[in-house]
């Protein structure tokens, strides 16, 4: 039976709690305003997340390449790009209970969602959303820094560099994964907006005649990541912008949207930003970025088309649609039945008994296997109890070392979803659960 949506988000929460995959942030204090620390097994499976889009986007393409630029920023990047002037949202104060609001959120404008009352909000006033700080001991004029509220930029103003050293034509692109701050007015819904986030996002430059081909091109790869790493159909949709929701520098966007419990919600923008960012920096930098065709003797500012992707939010996502109760011999079973490939742990080892007998060959097992997969080990409880701690937290494979092991150098191995079970010769293992794990 699949969980029913009204649940599905508390239990889903309780669970990352519960197995430590997402803690609130400074919780021994109170917990500190919708900030977050992902677990030993969030770790695993947020950098599963970023290393499976690292794979699509970089590793299997030869025209996109990687960057890791700065997080701290000097204002003159985000005043070309426009941030200063416009990456705002709409502040109303309630004057009677003195809450704050995004008035573009807001389901009634006339009427404070958290006091009920009527005409009780100021003037929206637009509400700058990038962490300001500023560099080195001295504070005051020309020492203030941002962080970045999105890694695209660092990918627009090391054009040139990239573009010198590696030898690349338009179309190429510039992939980067990290950390982006914003300060939400209203975060909330767990992870799903948070003022400290991680990205993945994709500047991918081309000529200019070529932009929409490759803006519906991106399109479609994108949805198809969700799909291939188990977003079922109809929990995913694309959904293009109307004019009056495009970002002051896009000439196209479409969202990938996600069926969160609360409702459909964006996973991944993908835009048609045309030739705004390299135009803007070049003006405000002096430096030409622009593209010079030799054999052609052709000279061109690219076009740049955006996939733009949330890894914190993502992996919500995945969690949720993988979340998943049924009933064994009328007992209740959760299993998250995530893809392999972002499944914290890959196996898990499980000695059928604590007896002496059994731990140096189920510890020859765990380093068989350790430099191949990521592996958890568990000794503690019923073999059973150890089988749904496991299907709770995601792990394709179980392989139980029990005494008839000691004799015929075989294991069981258990498979997730269907609980099928399986004896393998321990020298094939390693080859047994790369093919079935199929990463
Ligand atoms: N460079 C374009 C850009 O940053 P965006 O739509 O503002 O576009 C891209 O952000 C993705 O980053 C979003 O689709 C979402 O997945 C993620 N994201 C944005 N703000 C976030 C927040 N406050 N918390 C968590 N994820 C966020």
């Not at 992939?175 to 300060?183: D, H, I, T």
């Not at 409702?263 to 993908?270: K, T």
């Not at 030739?275 to 061109?300: P, V």
């Not at 258990?414 to 659960?433: A, G, H, K």
Request: aromatic share 12%; hydrophobic share 35%.
């Amino acid at each position: 039976m699949a969980s029913s949506e009204p649940t599905l988000f508390n239990q889903v929460v309780n669970l990352c709690k519960r197995r430590g995959f997402v803690f609130p942030s400074a919780e021994i204090y109170g917990g500190f305003r919708s900030t977050y620390d992902y677990g030993p097994l969030g770790v695993l499976m947020l950098r599963n997340v970023k290393d499976a889009w690292w794979r699509s986007m970089v590793q299997m393409r030869s025209d996109v390449v990687g960057l890791d630029a700065a997080i701290l920023s000097p204002p003159q990047i985000w005043e070309a790009s426009g941030h200063l002037a416009n990456f705002t949202d709409p502040l109303v104060d309630c004057t009677a209970c003195k809450t704050r609001h995004r008035e573009d959120q807001l389901e009634d404008p006339n009427v404070c969602p958290t006091c009920g009352k009527e005409g009780t909000f100021t003037e929206a006033r637009a509400f700058n959303l990038m962490f300001k700080t500023s560099a080195g001991p001295v504070e005051g004029a020309g020492t203030e820094v941002y962080l970045r509220p999105e890694t695209a930029q660092g990918m627009f103003v090391n054009f040139k560099n990239v573009l010198e050293t590696i030898r690349k034509k338009p179309p190429f692109g510039i992939a980067q994964v990290g950390k982006s701050f914003r300060n939400e007015i209203t975060p909330g819904n767990f992870v799903f907006r948070t003022r400290e986030f991680e990205q993945m996002e994709l500047e991918f430059f081309v000529p200019p005649e070529e932009a929409d081909t490759w803006y519906r091109y991106w399109m479609s790869e994108r949805y198809e990541w969700y799909l291939e790493l188990g977003v079922p159909a109809d929990k995913l949709r694309m959904r293009p912008h109307d004019d009056d929701e495009l970002s002051h520098y896009s000439s196209g966007t479409s969202d990938v949207e996600f069926m969160f419990p609360w409702g459909w919600g964006e996973l991944e923008g993908i835009a048609n930003r045309g030739d705004y960012d390299l135009k803007q920096h070049a003006e405000k930098s002096g430096q030409k970025l622009e593209y010079f065709d030799q054999s052609t003797g052709e000279r061109y500012v690219p076009h740049c088309i955006e996939p733009a992707a949330g890894a914190t939010r993502s992996m919500m996502a995945f969690l949720l649609a993988a979340y998943d109760e049924e009933k064994v011999n009328d007992e209740v079973r959760t299993v998250l039945r995530l893809h392999p490939r972002l499944a914290p742990y890959k196996v898990a080892i499980l000695p059928l008994s604590k007896k002496d007998t059994l731990l140096p060959v189920s510890e020859e097992v765990l380093k068989l296997l350790q430099p191949h997969f990521m592996c958890d080990y568990d000794v503690t409880q019923t073999i059973g109890k150890r089988y749904r701690r496991q299907d709770e937290i995601g792990t394709p494979f179980c392989v139980t070392v029990d005494f008839d092991s000691l004799e015929d150098r075989a294991v069981t191995v258990r498979e997730r979803d269907s609980m099928e079970q399986e004896r393998i010769p321990i020298e094939e293992l390693v080859s047994y659960l790369t093919q079935k794990l199929g990463l």
